[in-house]
């Protein structure tokens, strides 16, 4: 019940297009789903976050949608570009005291110039 | 750059000896966070400190591993006997106070390699 699960493992797109990467969750109780973006030998950033009361959420050409009776959310990049080439990790928290993170297993993003 | 910062970057290190990683966490912020991440792999929750109490452990922090924040500023993280398993990235995150709980910000992270 505490997983993330993300899909998919690895993704291609063409410069200019939109790549869109699914997560699904199973606890209920989460009420907290962040997106992060890691480039290689760096932490993670935060990107775009949501709640579960509302279904979409943008920021720039970052949008997160989130279908809570379905348990899942999406971070669709519109425009990708090369820059954007990254591993993306979506997650989990709740107000449990510690809104400690439950982390899906990454997106690897290429975006091909 | 007022981020949270992580030392050292790199730790090559043999099986069996101790290591220990320091974190400093945005200033002002009370709650700080270890994770680990294995290649490929989402970061794992290890540990969590509220200004300097440790609050909540995980299994996945064995009796080898001990951490602490003294004065609820900068954090360690110690490893002894290390094993191969223990290869992986450290994490460190911090939260602020009196802004939102959810937001954590991750340092760059200390790579352990365990030879």
């Known amino acids: 019940q505490q997983q993330v699960k993300q899909s998919p493992q690895s993704l291609i797109v063409q410069k200019g297009g939109i790549s869109i990467i699914n997560c699904a969750y199973e606890?209920?109780?989460?009420?907290?789903f962040p997106w992060y973006q890691q480039f290689p030998g760096k932490g993670p950033a935060l990107l775009i976050a949501?709640?579960?009361?509302?279904s979409e959420k943008k920021e720039g050409r970052f949008t997160i949608s989130f279908n809570k009776s379905a348990k899942q959310f999406s971070l669709h990049i519109m425009d990708s570009q090369p820059g954007d080439s990254a591993t993306y990790f979506c997650?989990?928290?709740?107000?449990?005291?510690?809104?400690?993170?439950?982390f899906g297993t990454g997106t690897r993003l290429k975006v091909l110039a | 750059d007022t981020g949270v910062s992580q030392n050292p970057r790199h730790k090559i290190t043999k099986r069996g000896q101790n290591v220990t990683f320091r974190c400093d966490p945005i200033?002002?912020?009370?709650?700080l966070y270890w994770y680990r991440q294995t290649l490929g792999q989402g970061p794992e929750f290890l540990t969590y400190f509220q200004n300097e109490a440790q609050l909540e452990k995980s299994r996945l922090l064995s009796d080898r591993f001990s951490a602490e924040r003294p004065k609820g500023s900068f954090s360690t993280l110690e490893i002894q006997r290390t094993e191969q398993g223990d290869s992986a990235m450290y994490l460190c995150?911090?939260?602020?106070?009196?802004?939102?709980?959810?937001?954590?910000?991750f340092g760059p992270g200390t790579r352990l390699t365990v030879t």
């Open positions: 997650a989990a928290s709740r107000a449990s005291g510690t809104y400690k993170y439950i």
């Open positions: 949501i709640r579960p009361d509302v």
């Open positions: 200033s002002e912020h009370n709650r």
């Open positions: 606890n209920t109780a989460f009420d907290y």
């Open positions: 995150a911090s939260s602020p106070r009196g802004g939102s709980p959810y937001e954590q910000y």
